[in-house]
């Protein structure tokens, strides 16, 4: 009976018609399934008139009205002809099925983790090892230095000094003008692990800008490492952090941080939480935490990382009588929690060059009248987007994937923090846990209501761009699961292995790449010129490669 239509017809004939209309061109194939949708939604909410037809019709460009049949009367090719230039002009004005999915994925088999022998302690008495470092405070001028000592709890001090005034004499003649911290120190017990000695020491009153060289241990134990501190917090000032998430400590994880350590251009990096992956051993074996501890020190000693906790720290192991929430981790990470205001080193923030970076925890209590709540809805307020323009969210559980593993494990912590995300104008939003790579779309899902039928994320300009970067090479393997028809908040998606890099350029514009580890280094398998949300609230344009 569609040998031929009239067109005019298909309005003047009703619900009828148009239900015999979109069952046909549902048989014929010819269109794709998100216009499919909206065909069946207008239908059962009674939009398909003859005026709304003909007003998508008419509302084609001129170039493409001369394609369309003169004719009133149109047979069954010409209607198949006709739709798929009504779907090309919907595709072209951004109302397509989704982003991209990568054709590209790595071959879904756990990682090899590298054996513990394979990460020996330092030569020297007392050695220090396990060195890593982080912001010290709210502003960069202090740095928290860790480091672990294995058979005594001395020295409990970090000696350090300008790198320009290694030729300087200091007012007794006595050489290099050293200057020195104490360290507190700490250990602990998990199960049948005895921790050696913790040390944390921090560095205050440094100069922005500078490099610091600093010395630990002594005698033939002594070991020497440096930083450079970051600008001075400011508007315009550019500066480039490196992400990772769920690293562990596998041949892949070692390939994932080699490569970004070859690419020679992150300043500090931002860790999305799960570490050592101990916890999948028996036991919890701490012992892991060491190793895990000797296998980042080439970079943690000598770029600040800033941490978040993952569900991999929590460590939470009744069976054997553990029962304390993030033991280890808070024994051996500590950050700058009190400079912001927190009550818990799990969530916190700090300012870096011309970023405020908010860290938050998806595995401690969120809900409203919790401590991180109050402390959240007390620190976005704060932010002065004069002096510090990039607004940056860290968590481990992602807001928004469309993966299979972990799908929608963020929805609580997305229903209660999204519509601040929004209001405040977050630019970016970096999660892991889903041992993949993917990034959205510019959305927002702050309308909701089931009642109404308003449950689907829709493009929003003041919604952050959410980025899943838990693809660090972990001993569980790539999560190649992502769900088959990809939603439209997906922009792209990738089952590899990598790290990322955020290169802020000044208060508008800063460039963002995804490296996945096949790749030589310089290639990147996903890039885009993020828009500062606050001065220049563009829409982006992404460049797959």
Request: glycine share 6%; aromatic share 14%; proline share 6%.
């Amino acid at each position: 009976m569609f040998h031929y239509l009239n067109l005019v017809k298909i309005g003047q004939a009703g619900r009828q018609g148009w239900s015999d209309f979109i069952s046909h061109v549902y048989r014929s194939n010819v269109i794709s399934r998100r216009i499919q949708r909206i065909l069946t939604e207008a239908y059962f909410n009674n939009i398909p008139t003859e005026s709304t037809f003909l007003g998508l019709l008419h509302s084609l460009p001129y170039k493409f009205k001369l394609l369309l049949p003169k004719s009133s009367v149109i047979n069954l090719k010409k209607i198949i002809i006709m739709w798929c230039l009504v779907t090309l002009f919907l595709l072209l004005n951004g109302v397509s099925e989704a982003g991209r999915t990568s054709s590209y994925v790595r071959e879904a088999l756990p990682s090899l983790e590298i054996p513990k022998e394979d990460f020996p302690p330092p030569s020297g008495y007392n050695a220090p090892e396990q060195v890593h470092i982080t912001q010290g405070d709210y502003i960069g001028r202090s740095m928290i230095v860790s480091w672990v000592t294995p058979l005594e709890d001395q020295p409990k001090f970090v000696t350090y000094w300008e790198a320009h005034e290694k030729k300087s004499v200091d007012t007794n003649g006595g050489g290099i003008k050293r200057n020195r911290a104490r360290a507190i120190t700490t250990t602990y017990r998990y199960y049948n692990y005895s921790s050696a000695y913790i040390h944390h020491a921090t560095i205050n009153r440094l100069k922005y800008n500078t490099k610091y060289i600093y010395e630990l241990g002594n005698g033939n134990g002594t070991r020497k490492f440096w930083f450079t501190t970051p600008p001075e917090v400011g508007p315009d000032v550019p500066y480039t952090f490196g992400i990772i998430g769920d690293l562990g400590q596998t041949q892949a994880s070692n390939q994932t941080l080699e490569h970004y350590l070859a690419c020679r251009k992150g300043q500090t990096m931002l860790f999305l939480g799960d570490f050592s992956y101990a916890d999948v051993h028996p036991f919890h074996d701490n012992e892991k935490w060491d190793t895990f501890g000797r296998f980042i020190e080439k970079s943690s000693a000598y770029e600040p990382w800033i941490y978040v906790p993952g569900n991999h720290e929590l460590d939470l192991a009744p069976e054997i009588g553990e029962h304390t929430l993030f033991k280890p981790y808070k024994h051996r990470y500590h950050v700058p929690f009190r400079a912001s205001g927190s009550t818990s080193p799990l969530w916190y923030s700090i300012k870096r060059a011309s970023a405020h970076i908010i860290v938050l925890s998806s595995y401690s209590a969120f809900s409203i009248y919790t401590p991180q709540y109050r402390w959240l809805k007390h620190e976005l307020p704060k932010v002065n987007r004069t002096e510090t323009p990039w607004l940056i969210v860290l968590m481990h559980s992602p807001m928004y994937n469309s993966n299979n593993y972990h799908y929608m494990e963020g929805e609580t912590m997305r229903v209660v923090f999204e519509p601040w995300f929004v209001k405040y104008k977050v630019d970016l939003v970096f999660a892991g846990h889903v041992h993949s790579y993917e990034r959205s779309e510019r959305v927002s899902n702050i309308q909701y209501n089931i009642t109404e039928g308003i449950s689907s994320p829709v493009k929003d300009p003041s919604a952050p761009v959410y980025l899943t970067v838990g693809d660090g090479g972990n001993i569980e393997g790539i999560a190649d699961s992502f769900i088959e028809h990809q939603p439209s908040y997906s922009a792209f998606r990738e089952a590899s292995f990598g790290h990322a890099l955020l290169q802020i350029k000044n208060r508008t514009h800063a460039f963002y790449s995804w490296h996945r580890n096949q790749d030589n280094v310089p290639i990147a398998g996903d890039s885009i010129w993020f828009y500062n949300r606050y001065w220049f609230p563009k829409e982006e344009t992404s460049s797959n490669a």
